[in-house]
């Protein structure tokens, strides 16, 4: 099983749209595809658990964390461990953080074999969830939008003393590596253009590479179709309309590059 995270401080880049359709995605390839709501908001649990390719577990992100054995639905090839409103407080709990971490780890290996992949979708403004989603994944995804305060934002992203991805890789998951930055809500403006260039410049290593031409990254545009399937429930691609159609043909790409690099070996 490899193991995904959806991280980025910033509230409101498409952490959880990206993370429920790319599981979709992955579920349409064939893939076995286990689901864990970090965040209380419970975004991604509304979502998910409005379509009925989805199993919700019957225990809720909290309980996970809080149990050292639970058991999973293995019949089902798709399962969401739903968010719940308790996970907010669970950064007062100090005492019990490394039980958390280690509860998790568990549930993780034990799924190991039941799932192809597991995606994490994470809260904004990082805790001890966020720390943890990091420590025990392999990969990590960190949709951003072309504004200029997330631009500067990437600086915290990486270098942040506690949070920041080299902070983790280096103390705690030397393995964990960023597939990379994924720009979305992508307008074509003169001052997103502006700022896709600067991105470029500044942080090409980053970003998604989805081709051979040295200007092939990874991008998703504002489309009205993610919005209304991430409200609906729904994957774009089981949506009838032309303009949802439009929008798979245009995520896949990234999405395809995605997959692309959770294939290699690491
Ligand atoms: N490419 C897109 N085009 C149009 N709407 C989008 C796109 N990506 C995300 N959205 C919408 O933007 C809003 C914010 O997205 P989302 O909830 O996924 O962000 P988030 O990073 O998970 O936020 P939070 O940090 O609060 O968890 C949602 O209504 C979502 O449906
Ligand atoms: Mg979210």
């Not at 597991?118 to 990969?139: E, F, G, H």
């Not at 998951?173 to 930055?181: A, D, E």
């Amino acid at each position: 099983m490899k193991t995904l995270v959806l991280a980025n401080q910033k509230g409101g880049v498409g952490k959880s749209a990206l993370a429920c359709q790319l599981a979709h995605y992955l579920v349409c390839k064939a893939k076995r595809v286990l689901f864990i709501d970090l965040d209380h908001q419970r975004n991604s649990s509304r979502a998910l658990s409005l379509n009925s390719k989805v199993t919700v577990a019957p225990f809720t992100t909290t309980e996970l964390l809080e149990a050292t054995e639970l058991p999973l639905a293995p019949e089902s090839s798709f399962v969401l461990v739903p968010g719940d409103e308790t996970l907010s407080g669970l950064e007062r709990r100090v005492e019990l953080h490394n039980g958390f971490t280690n509860n998790l780890q568990d549930f993780l290996e034990n799924a190991a074999d039941a799932f192809d992949y597991c995606l994490i979708d994470t809260n904004p403004n990082p805790d001890i969830r966020y720390a943890m989603a990091l420590v025990l994944s392999q990969y990590v995804l960190s949709p951003i939008e072309l504004n200029q305060e997330a631009i500067e934002g990437i600086r915290a992203l990486l270098g942040h003393a506690r949070y920041g991805l080299y902070n983790i890789q280096r103390r705690f998951n030397p393995k964990l590596r960023l597939i990379g930055l994924l720009p979305n809500m992508v307008e074509p403006t003169p001052f997103q253009k502006k700022n896709f260039i600067a991105l470029i410049q500044e942080h090409a290593k980053l970003l998604i590479s989805t081709g051979p031409a040295a200007h092939d990254f990874a991008s998703i545009p504002t489309r009205t179709a993610i919005a209304e399937a991430q409200a609906e429930g729904a994957y774009l691609g089981d949506m009838k309309k032309t303009s949802a159609r439009e929008a798979l043909r245009e995520v896949r790409l990234s999405f395809e590059a995605v997959e692309r690099q959770m294939a290699m070996e690491i």
